[in-house]
């Protein structure tokens, strides 16, 4: 409910969570990553929230699309240019993950500034799958292009919703804390699973806690 184009409150996400059984779920509103602190707070405890790890991340605006910055501990503003992004990421020792490559209905990144980014050795991880994209040609893609440029391919289900929670995944072998290296390390041993997740979403009224007050 941070990002601006959701609703979902935690206490919401949190079912979610329980019911997919995901180990690792990786937070990545618009614009702060207000959110993913807010979820990870709620799973420092012991007992079996613990069961799952929370990455704090972003999906950060840029004048050439969309970057999204992972095992963040501050809120990246938006950049004019990819670049920036990703250095500003880098600089918390952050993974830059590249969100549904290639996708026009979504804010991709260019190919230009892509190319340019992994000529740099600036991208960690490509989406390969999003369950928000719905033409196979387009993950096909992404995958191609993953596999060509050696970049780890990671998979969003994009949830907007609590239902959409899980709909693309990774299959990795992890113990312990997950880390930026420990994570990248896993995505490119991983399985991906993906399905399309996007179905209407019908009007309800709601009344969502101010973020404001939430800090």
């Known amino acids: 409910m941070w990002s601006g184009d959701s609703t979902t409150t935690p206490e919401e996400l949190t ?41 704090v991340g972003e999906e950060i605006r840029t004048a050439e699309g969309e970057v999204i ?9 938006p950049a004019a240019t990819a670049e920036g992004a ?3 990421i880098r600089e918390q020792g952050g993974l830059v993950y590249v969100p549904h490559p290639f996708d026009p209905s979504r804010r991709h990144l260019t190919r230009a500034a892509l ?3 992994v000529e740099a050795g600036l991208v960690d991880a490509l989406e390969v ?14 995958r191609r292009y993953a596999a060509e440029h050696d970049l780890a391919g990671g998979a969003g289900s994009d949830a907007h919703v ?4 899980g709909a693309a995944y990774v299959e990795v072998t992890l113990t312990g ?3 930026p290296d420990t ?11 993906g399905t399309s997740f996007d179905p209407p979403r019908p009007w309800e009224p709601r009344i969502v806690p101010s973020t404001a007050r939430l800090g």
């Open 15 to 55: 079912r979610a969570i329980q019911s997919s059984g995901l180990g690792i779920v990786c937070i990545t509103d618009h614009g702060t990553t207000r959110g993913g602190a807010a979820l990870a707070a709620r799973y420092s405890g012991q007992g079996a929230d613990a069961a799952c790890q929370v990455v």
């Open 69 to 77: 910055g992972l095992f963040l501990s501050e809120t990246i503003p």
């Open 86 to 88: 990703a250095l500003a």
């Open 115 to 117: 190319d340019r980014l």
């Open 129 to 142: 799958w999003n369950a928000k994209t719905a033409d196979p040609r387009l993950q096909a893609e992404a």
């Open 162 to 165: 609590p239902a959409a929670l």
């Open 177 to 179: 804390p997950v880390g």
């Open 183 to 193: 994570l990248l390390a896993a995505l490119r041993l991983g399985r991906v699973v």
